[in-house]
T-cell receptor, first 115, second 106 residues
């Protein structure tokens, strides 16, 4: 139980375009979701915390106008990377609070490559 | 900054127990400690969590010190598939430290 589905699993886009990543809780309602970015050989870096129906809270140094987060329902949160540039290439991971014994469940991640 | 600190790397022989320590000296009284592991290019996988009692499940055991300032994850019989980066986190923070890269060797 407590599955989070994240897609796409990988995406390649041209510089200057926008990319949307979806994170869905399949068998539970997630009032809180988290978005992370991970560069090679580094740990997960928390980007923002999103709560259903309200604006996301961004970590210091994360541009909220560039990384748009929408958490419009209890089962879906999206991260849109706007005007992507090669330096935005990274592994993006979402997580949701399950409210069950598993605590927090993570998506399988999205590998973004901007060319 | 993350509330947890872990050694950067550890090696373990296949079939032996792997003991991974974590310091969380600033943890508050009602905060749980969670352990996850991440295999290359995948999302973190839940392993186990605890508050103050020792816990055991089909994957691992978790030993928490009486003062709750540290804990140890135990993989009783490590296999090559247990090679991964292991993270302990305090969920109220949800920030990850560097984790421990465990390498299980044949």
């Amino acid at each position: 139980g407590a599955v989070v589905s994240q897609h796409p699993s990988w995406v390649i886009c041209k510089s200057g375009t926008s990319v949307k990543i979806e994170c869905r809780s399949l068998d539970f309602q997630a009032t809180t979701m988290f978005w992370y970015r991970q560069f090679p050989k580094q740990s997960l870096m928390l980007m923002a915390t999103s709560n259903e129906g309200s604006k996301a809270t961004y970590e210091q140094g994360v541009e909220k106008d560039k990384f748009l987060i929408n958490h419009a329902s209890l089962t879906l949160s999206t991260l849109t990377v706007t005007s992507a540039h090669p330096e935005d290439s990274s592994f993006y991971i979402c997580s949701a609070q399950t409210g069950r014994g598993y605590g927090y469940t993570f998506g399988s991640g999205t590998r973004l490559t901007v060319v | 900054d993350a509330k947890t600190t872990q050694p950067p790397s550890m090696d373990c022989a296949e079939g032996r127990a792997a003991n991974l320590p974590c310091n969380h000296s600033t943890i508050s009284g009602n905060e749980y400690v969670y352990w996850y592991r991440q295999i290359h290019s995948q999302g973190p996988q839940y392993i186990i969590h605890g508050l103050k009692n020792n816990e055991t499940n089909e994957m691992a055991s978790l030993i928490i010190t009486e003062d709750r300032k540290s804990s140890t994850l135990i993989l009783p019989h490590a296999t090559l598939r247990d090679t991964a980066v292991y993270y302990c986190i305090v969920p109220d923070d949800m920030r990850f430290g560097a984790g421990t890269r465990l390498t299980v060797k044949p």
